[in-house]
């Protein structure tokens, strides 16, 4: 395969017992969609800096106590030339009140509820084990943006 431009991005899980925070995102990649809260990587900034900001521009919630890695994606697509990798994390604690953004529109869900059919494919085989607490390294090939070709995907100890 030639060599892929590769991205980093984030994902930052926010849960609070038994619901998670999801954004639904108005505009740019995944618009339409039901996701966690995550950007890009920005020169200069760790991946953790990227993932606290994101949070904060994107939910108007402040992450208290820094975050921790869950997980890491690699996500290609059929055909395109690039390569996402996305790093997730959980945040340890965080305050404030959800507030809509330009980019998201936040709203807190019961686990049971997670609105599966409006998300990115993948999400249905890395969320269980996010939300039980375990870490996961994963890598997903998308034909277009709703249908995955093939994945792997393994539970691990640590990064
Ligand atoms: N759950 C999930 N998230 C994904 C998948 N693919 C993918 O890029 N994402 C996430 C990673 C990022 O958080 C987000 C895409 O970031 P983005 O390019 O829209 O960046 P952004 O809108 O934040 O742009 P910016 O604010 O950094 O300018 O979507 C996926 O398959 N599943």
Known sequence: ??????????????????????????????????????????????????????VKEESGLEVIGGVEQIGDLEFTFDGEDFLMHVLVFQARGFSGTPAESEE????????????????????????????RGGKFKGKFHFQGHEVILNHTLEEVEHF
Do not use: C, H
């Open 1 to 54: 395969m030639a060599n892929l431009t590769r991205k980093l991005l984030t994902l930052a899980l926010i849960k609070d017992g038994q619901r998670v925070l999801l954004g639904y995102k108005k505009r740019g990649f995944g618009e339409g969609k039901w996701n966690m809260f995550g950007g890009k990587v920005e020169k200069g900034e760790t991946p953790e800096y990227a993932a606290i900001r994101e």
């Open 104 to 131: 998201m529109r936040p709203q807190w869900y019961q686990i049971e509820d997670i609105p599966y059919s409006k998300m990115w494919k993948d999400d249905e085989f890395w969320y269980p084990i996010a939300l």
